[in-house]
């Protein structure tokens, strides 16, 4: 499947302000719901996927090119992983687990909101390039 590039930057956006908001609150409930937002991402359509399509799109013009949805789904997936262990650091009781979690999920999604640069997108890339039998 092909998507517009410009869908997973806007919804790196939307991320990096939930996600500096988790920071700034220390709101588990809010980083559950980002969790939930990432794992849609990953196994369906994420919410901030239809909220572009919906309300930005239409106001852009056609994108140059499309790109693969696969590593961005992957990328949402890395993010999830963060977010779980963001939420193991709350109910733990463990803050720094879950704030440094948090972070770092807030630094991806800030690459790729502010610069384009999808570092879940880029993990992916290297992974299948490291399976035996696919060429280099």
């Not at 963001?86 to 687990?97: K, N, Q, R």
Request: aromatic residues 10%.
């Amino acid at each position: 499947m092909q998507i517009d590039p410009r869908g997973p930057r806007f919804g790196a956006a939307i991320t990096t302000l939930v996600l500096a908001i988790v920071l700034l609150t220390r709101s588990s409930w809010l980083l559950g719901a980002q969790a939930i937002v990432f794992a849609l991402g990953a196994f369906s359509t994420s919410p901030y996927s239809l909220l572009y399509k919906r309300f930005v799109r239409s106001r852009l013009g056609p994108p140059r090119e499309l790109e693969d949805a696969t590593p961005p789904r992957f990328a949402q997936g890395v993010g999830l992983g963060f977010a779980i262990v963001g939420l193991i650091g709350f109910a733990a009781g463990i803050t720094p687990l879950a704030l440094g979690a948090t972070a770092a999920a807030l630094l991806a999604a800030f690459l790729n909101a502010a610069f384009g640069l999808c570092l879940g997108c880029e993990m992916y890339l290297i992974i299948r390039r490291l399976q035996p039998g696919r060429t280099q």
